[in-house]
């Protein structure tokens, strides 16, 4: 994953997206830290978040026993959202699907695989509207035949 990282937002050589967000009737760049945390501020590429889900399910990352851990529920009967470690964890219907997402000004990404169909959504974008939210719903239920 050589496109994913912390990476330097000052330099400008690298190609790295900007984060927009709407000002009067365009938008504007927001300025982010510098490199990013624990809490966000990464960048990546559909490909290398690809790699990634295949690492999980072809063992490269984590053994297959640690993964089923991971995406088992421990929040199963508390109020919100489903979680395993580090994994959302979702049902639409009879699928299941698991995976993490993020949203800042002029960020927003979902990543989610659902391991019943072998397919993984890998939803990236640099606007701060609510296109990235419907675009993300409405793969969602095209995915698991709710729509």
């Known amino acids: 994953m050589k496109d994913t990282g912390p990476f330097d937002t000052s330099d400008a050589s690298l190609p790295l997206a900007q984060a927009l967000v ?3 009737d365009g938008w504007t760049v927001t300025p982010r830290n510098v490199r990013g945390t ?3 501020g990464w960048f990546s ?3 290398d978040m ?3 889900v295949r690492g999980l ?3 490269r ?3 297959a026993p640690v993964l089923a851990d991971m995406v088992s529920s421990k929040t199963a009967g508390l109020d919100g959202e489903d979680w395993g470690y580090g994994f959302m964890l979702d049902r639409q219907g009879n699928v ?3 995976g993490h ?3 800042a000004p002029g960020v927003n990404a979902e990543i989610r695989f659902y391991p019943s169909l072998d397919t993984t959504l890998i939803v990236f974008s640099n606007q701060d509207n609510g296109a990235y939210d419907d675009l993300r719903k409405n793969a969602a239920r095209l995915i698991t035949g709710e729509r």
Request: net charge positive; aromatic share 8%; charged share 10%.
């Open 22 to 24: 709407p000002q009067g």
């Open 38 to 40: 624990a809490a966000g």
């Open 45 to 47: 590429t559909p490909r």
């Open 50 to 52: 690809l790699r990634f």
């Open 57 to 59: 399910q072809a063992g």
């Open 61 to 63: 990352s984590v053994p």
């Open 96 to 98: 299941l699907s698991y």
């Open 101 to 103: 997402g993020g949203i």
